[in-house]
Nanobody, 119 residues
């Protein structure tokens, strides 16, 4: 069973920073685009940032210039550096992997980590 192990959530004041981490097995990581989604209470889950296996990135407009996604292929880990946090960034953040198999793709999700930004 594929596991995505998230860490790094917590409580921070507005303007502060947090770094989320998500680790998985090498066999999955090497062939996966990785990403972070978030879901606030009463809201739909939304894409925050995504990074392909080759390192191309894209971000939600709401986090551009504040968040940075990166991957360490030696550690099979993806990171989300979140700076200048705002109360509206409060949500459960989910790590996501889209694994590209030979003939199809598989989606995997982490269990989520809570990020709370106080005003």
């Amino acid at each position: 069973q594929v596991q995505l192990e998230e860490s790094g959530g917590g409580l921070v004041q507005a303007g502060g920073s947090l770094r989320l981490s998500c680790a998985t097995s090498g066999s999955i990581f090497r062939r996966s685009a990785m990403g972070w989604y978030r879901q606030a209470p009463g809201e739909q889950r939304e894409l925050v940032a995504r990074i392909t296996s080759s390192g191309s990135t894209n971000y939600a407009d709401s986090v551009k210039g504040r968040f940075t996604i990166s991957r360490d292929n030696a550690k099979n880990t993806v990171y989300l550096q979140m700076n200048s946090l705002k109360p509206e960034d409060t949500a459960v953040y989910y790590c996501y992997a889209r694994y590209s198999g030979t003939y199809t793709e598989y989606d995997y999700w982490g269990q989520g980590t809570q990020v709370t930004v106080s005003s």
